[in-house]
């Protein structure tokens, strides 16, 4: 069995592993690369890969760094199955999708402003392309066995959001494991992930491998944010990831406002994309911590903005409320028209509630930029940035040590940490290397390993 590395190699997105055993070919995710420019034009190179070789795809998750290449390649002529958990493809239903429309309308904007160096500003990928995408989506219950030729394969949970799980790929008695984007043991929606099997080789996630996640009490440090932003008597934008982050921002917000930690403003989820995850959360209630209640309150006391002029309609309001808006990391969405209105106000206030990659907006932002470049314009930065930590759906470096050493994995077991940024994961290999009885070192872009 051959796993050759193609994305998600000393950088978070563009996550693509391809297995092969005798001719029989699976890859697992087919994630979009984001932010640095160097990063992102991969997205548009020609795969690395003959497309018409690959018997299947297996997503670990939705989210668009894992699943986001998939009407790229369906675009570039590949028909063949695409397996996910039920939930996954109830989420690509809507990531995908809506991926695409905000490509096509950056794009229109592009070229109605003449902005940037392209004379016709193209979509990598267009909303109807990914539309027809969606026909490839094959549900996966977690622990179902699924055979491709010589390869089988099956999910198993992992927390981090609806359908995540860690991918199980075996082949002539050798295991591998793709742990995917493996969650908290103390998430206040997921459950914990569940212990691995033996397993010969385990690609490892290591975004948090440098530092872990704070000892602080993340209600009270949005109420402090919260009560803050009204008191200067300006907006709270929330860039926000639309699967698992907004729906924990608006659980927190209406719990605060119950309690009242903070005053009972509007809030409104300007995210078509972010309105319907919050809906298919209701769907499968035994994935998730959420009661009934929970979610009909949520639905209740935050404001769905669906359409554009619903969106622009919000720029008339003056006196303090949140707007929740994707993209998570600023770059792209309707966020950046409310970031381009309201950046330059000094009571603006943005709170980031997620992990910012380098290069994004929202990297150089809580880096302390003066300005950010948005369509094509330098907009100044006056607002007050804020990050609240505690949040991510991602274990760090001290939750997935422990998950390994709950697991069953043997003493030796070999593992290559992907999905960090080069720091994260060399940090991360030192601390197991040292504290775990396992071979662990950083995989590369474009290594193959052999088993």
Same mark, same amino acid.
């Given at each position: 069995?051959?796993?050759?590395?193609?994305?998600? @190699?000393?950088?978070?997105?563009?996550?693509?592993?391809?297995?092969?055993?005798?001719?029989?070919?699976?890859?697992?995710?087919?994630?979009?690369?984001?932010?640095?420019?160097?990063?992102?034009? #991969?997205?548009?190179?020609?795969?690395? !890969?003959?497309?018409?070789?690959?018997?299947?795809?297996?997503? @670990?998750?939705?989210?668009?760094?894992?699943?986001?290449?998939?009407?790229? /390649?369906?675009?570039?002529?590949?028909?063949?199955?695409?397996?996910?958990?039920?939930?996954?493809?109830?989420?690509?239903?809507?990531?995908?999708?809506? $991926?695409?429309?905000?490509?096509?309308?950056?794009?229109?904007?592009? $070229?109605?402003? #003449? /902005?940037?160096?392209?004379?016709?500003?193209?979509?990598?990928?267009?909303?109807?392309?990914?539309?027809?995408?969606?026909?490839?989506?094959?549900?996966?219950?977690?622990?179902?066995?699924?055979?491709?030729?010589?390869?089988?394969?099956?999910?198993?949970?992992?927390? +981090?959001?609806?359908?995540?799980?860690?991918?199980?790929? *075996? $082949?002539?008695? *050798?295991?591998?494991?793709?742990?995917?984007?493996?969650?908290?043991?103390?998430?206040?929606?997921?459950?914990?992930?569940?212990?691995?099997?033996?397993?010969?080789?385990?690609?490892?996630?290591?975004?948090?491998?440098?530092?872990?996640?704070?000892?602080?009490?993340?209600?009270?440090?949005? *109420?402090?944010?919260?009560?803050?932003?009204?008191?200067?008597?300006?907006?709270?934008?929330?860039?926000?990831?639309?699967?698992?982050?907004?729906?924990?921002?608006?659980?927190?917000?209406?719990?605060?406002?119950?309690?009242?930690?903070?005053?009972?403003?509007?809030?409104?989820?300007?995210?078509?994309? &972010?309105?319907?995850?919050?809906?298919?959360?209701?769907?499968?209630? *035994?994935?998730?911590?959420?009661?009934?209640?929970?979610? #009909?309150?949520?639905?209740?006391?935050?404001?769905?903005?669906?359409?554009?002029?619903?969106?622009?309609?919000?720029?008339?309001?003056?006196?303090?409320?949140?707007?929740?808006?994707?993209?998570?990391?600023?770059?792209?969405?309707?966020?950046?028209?409310?970031?381009?209105?309201?950046?330059?106000?000094?009571?603006?206030?943005?709170?980031?509630?997620?992990?910012?990659?380098?290069?994004? #907006?929202?990297?150089?932002?809580?880096?302390?930029?003066?300005?950010?470049?948005?369509?094509?314009?330098?907009?100044?930065?006056?607002?007050?940035?804020?990050? /609240?930590?505690?949040?991510?759906?991602?274990?760090?470096?001290?939750?997935? @040590?422990?998950?390994?050493?709950?697991?069953? /994995?043997?003493?030796?077991?070999?593992?290559?940490?992907?999905?960090?940024?080069?720091?994260?994961?060399?940090?991360?290999?030192? +601390?197991?290397?040292? +504290?775990?009885? !396992?071979?662990?070192?950083? &995989?590369?872009?474009?290594?193959?390993?052999?088993?």
């Amino acid at each position: 069995m051959n796993i050759l590395f193609l994305g998600a @190699t000393q950088t978070v997105t563009g996550s693509k592993f391809l297995v092969e055993h005798n001719g029989s070919k699976l890859l697992v995710d087919c994630g979009l690369y984001q932010g640095y420019k160097w990063l992102r034009e #991969r997205n548009w190179q020609t795969p690395d !890969f003959d497309i018409d070789a690959i018997d299947g795809i297996l997503l @670990t998750h939705a989210h668009l760094d894992h699943s986001g290449y998939i009407p790229r /390649l369906y675009q570039l002529g590949y028909r063949g199955p695409v397996f996910c958990h039920p939930a996954t493809r109830d989420l690509c239903g809507i990531l995908l999708p809506d $991926a695409g429309h905000i490509q096509e309308e950056d794009a229109r904007f592009y $070229a109605r402003h #003449r /902005l940037g160096k392209h004379a016709h500003p193209q979509p990598l990928y267009d909303g109807e392309t990914a539309e027809r995408s969606l026909e490839l989506l094959q549900p996966l219950g977690f622990g179902q066995e699924q055979r491709l030729g010589g390869l089988s394969f099956h999910l198993q949970g992992a927390g +981090h959001i609806l359908g995540a799980g860690s991918a199980i790929v *075996k $082949a002539a008695g *050798k295991t591998v494991g793709f742990s995917g984007d493996v969650g908290r043991p103390d998430d206040l929606i997921m459950y914990p992930p569940d212990p691995l099997p033996p397993v010969d080789l385990l690609l490892l996630e290591s975004t948090y491998g440098d530092r872990a996640h704070p000892e602080l009490d993340v209600r009270s440090e949005l *109420k402090r944010v919260v009560n803050e932003a009204v008191a200067r008597g300006g907006v709270l934008v929330i860039p926000s990831f639309a699967v698992g982050r907004a729906q924990m921002i608006q659980h927190m917000l209406v719990s605060a406002m119950s309690a009242g930690d903070i005053p009972r403003l509007p809030v409104f989820l300007d995210s078509p994309m &972010a309105i319907d995850a919050s809906h298919i959360y209701r769907h499968y209630p *035994k994935l998730h911590r959420l009661s009934e209640a929970q979610c #009909r309150e949520m639905g209740r006391l935050v404001t769905y903005t669906r359409d554009v002029e619903q969106s622009k309609a919000l720029e008339e309001i003056t006196y303090p409320h949140i707007i929740i808006a994707g993209s998570g990391m600023a770059t792209g969405g309707r966020v950046l028209h409310h970031l381009k209105r309201l950046l330059p106000n000094h009571r603006t206030t943005v709170l980031f509630v997620g992990y910012q990659a380098g290069g994004t #907006r929202g990297a150089r932002m809580l880096a302390g930029s003066n300005a950010v470049k948005i369509h094509g314009e330098y907009i100044p930065c006056r607002a007050r940035v804020e990050m /609240l930590d505690g949040l991510s759906a991602h274990g760090d470096y001290l939750d997935l @040590t422990q998950w390994l050493m709950n697991s069953r /994995l043997e003493k030796g077991t070999e593992i290559q940490l992907v999905h960090g940024e080069p720091d994260a994961a060399d940090c991360m290999r030192l +601390h197991l290397n040292d +504290h775990t009885p !396992f071979q662990v070192n950083v &995989a590369q872009y474009r290594q193959i390993l052999r088993l």
